[in-house]
């Protein structure tokens, strides 16, 4: 650690001299504002940066505009330093950990791992401004798809899949307002966060089960309204080339959002409601049929279960007609059922799904919900404006869909 802190200096040295080699980036007597007018050399000022191997001071000229009444001060554009302290390399790191951990934890974690010190505030602002030039690139890129004017990653796939879900972020009060929550107090407390991913398949295993493709997996979300985010997924399932794809399947659990957006922009495509999600209605719908503890609930879900597997959702639903019900709630919960079975059933033939070498569950969807949201978003006692949880799902999407090299190249190109 003394060595490494030695070369650090050392490389500081270093660093300082050669950024400095142009005598302050003087451009002459007068520059081009950028409004217009001319902007007069006054004289050079000094900046403490930050760098990844060790503070360094730099020079720079400084021009004022008088017709502007503001400075302007070339090198620190050249060097990608305006408005900060943290030059390009520290805050992608920065922006690295704070995607990743609280931004607590990332202030220490940089300090410990990389002897850079940045305060805890400095990591919320620089990853939530790569967050939001994150989503700029993303916006920039769907326009583009959505315009055909992209040319598409993938080659031809077999099977090209789509999985769409919504997981809550807990957020601030103001966030709320007006909404209700599924509490006793009727308040609601989070903001749906709506995440979509695109992956491949190209070949089954020996017992015809499903192998995603490696490294296919991209993701997109966002906290906003469905009609926004169809066009979102959309633009993420064309650059990935899903008008070259031999098959589409969507997945997704049994939220009518999702089979809107499914109709909308992916017709054609295979609808599956993922069987997970079909399991889990029954298992709950046989604890509040015969008891929560009961033999016969078990019993019950693991024959309905068997039944799906068939793809014989018509009996399924006649099951469910034949119960008894225990009180007005378990009339309630059988009719929802019934009506979230009927309504889905064609999205519920697993058998010739399975038969077809499909995935017939949005597993991938269900861990990104967890990573990308659940992991940094959602622990004890954080709470966000909608504003910043989007700036960091933006950061986790670009991060966990393999695009943060490029899109440093791209913003480095810009």
């Known amino acids: 650690m003394a060595i490494r802190e030695a070369m650090h200096k050392l490389g500081g040295v270093l660093l300082e001299e050669l950024v400095n080699a142009d005598g302050g980036g003087h451009h002459g007597a007068h520059i081009d504002c950028g409004q217009g007018h001319q902007a007069e050399f006054i004289d050079y000022r000094r ?27 070339p090198k620190d554009e050249e060097l990608d330093i305006a408005g900060t302290s943290l030059s390009p390399g520290v805050r ?20 410990v791992l990389a002897g850079i010190t940045v305060r ?47 997981t809550g972020v807990p957020v601030v009060p103001a966030e709320t307002e007006g909404r209700a929550g599924k509490d006793e107090t009727g308040k609601a407390k989070t903001r749906e966060a709506k995440l979509g991913c695109v992956f491949t398949q190209s070949k089954v295993d020996a017992k015809n089960f499903p192998v ?24 993420e399932a064309l650059r990935r080339g899903l008008r070259q794809a031999q098959k589409v399947i969507v997945l997704g659990d049994g939220a009518p959002w999702i089979w809107g957006i ?72 059988i009719r929802k059922a019934m009506d979230y079975f009927e309504r889905n059933k064609e999205r519920m033939r697993y058998a010739s799904f399975r038969s077809q070498g499909l995935f017939v569950g949005s ?13 940094r978003l959602k622990p004890s ?30 913003r480095s190109a810009g």
């Open 262 to 333: 499914a109709s909308e922009y992916f017709p054609g495509a295979i609808q599956c409601v993922d069987l997970f999600h079909a399991r889990q209605h029954l298992a709950e719908l046989g604890k509040v049929a015969f008891g929560p503890k009961s033999i016969e609930a078990k019993q019950w879900s693991d024959s309905r279960s068997g039944e799906l597997d068939l793809s014989d959702v018509e009996a399924v639903i006649e099951s469910m007609r034949q119960i008894e019900p225990r009180d007005e709630h378990a009339r309630d919960e």
């Open 92 to 111: 992608r790191m920065v922006g690295h950990v704070g995607g990743k951990e609280a931004f607590e934890q990332g202030h220490v974690d940089l300090e």
């Open 212 to 235: 995603r493709d490696a490294a296919s997996t991209s993701y997109v979300g966002a906290i906003e309204t469905a009609e926004v985010f169809g066009p979102r997924i959309y633009a």
């Open 47 to 73: 900046k403490k940066l930050v760098t990844v191997l060790a503070p360094v001071e730099v020079v720079r000229a400084y021009y004022h505009c008088a017709a502007c009444h503001g400075g302007k001060i």
């Open 120 to 166: 805890t505030k400095q990591v919320e602002r620089v990853a939530e401004e790569i967050g939001r030039q994150v989503e700029a690139v993303a916006q920039a890129d769907r326009a583009l798809a959505l315009s055909g004017k992209v040319v598409p990653l993938n080659q031809p796939v077999a099977k090209f899949y789509i999985a769409i879900d919504g």
């Open 381 to 410: 006692g954080m709470r966000w404006t909608v504003s910043g949880a989007n700036k960091i799902i933006a950061l986790r999407c670009c991060q966990l869909s393999g695009r943060w090299e490029e899109f440093w190249e791209t």
């Open 363 to 375: 597993g991938v969807m269900e861990a990104g919900c967890k990573t990308i949201v659940g992991q």
